[in-house]
């Protein structure tokens, strides 16, 4: 489950809307695998206190996607 900033989740909604798709799957399809890759990538090279900060790489990648 997750809670999203009104503003957030109207971009996110719009976006999905231009891409024809639901925002269920912009999220599943084009955010998580994202996220995963920068947070995997992350890991791999940090050290175990990087891995446990994926909020905060999810928050940049929210901003990332909504600019």
């Given at each position: 489950m997750q809670s999203l900033d009104p503003e957030i989740y109207r971009q996110l909604r719009k976006m999905a809307?231009?891409?024809?798709?639901?925002?269920?799957e912009l999220i599943r399809a084009v955010i998580v695998p994202d996220w995963m890759k920068k947070s995997t990538a992350a890991s791999q090279k940090g050290t175990?206190?990087?891995?446990?900060?994926?909020?905060?790489?999810?928050?940049?990648?929210?901003?990332?996607i909504t600019a």
């Open positions: 809307k231009d891409r024809g798709i639901t925002m269920q175990a206190r990087t891995a446990r900060r994926p909020a905060r790489r999810l928050h940049r990648a929210r901003q990332a």
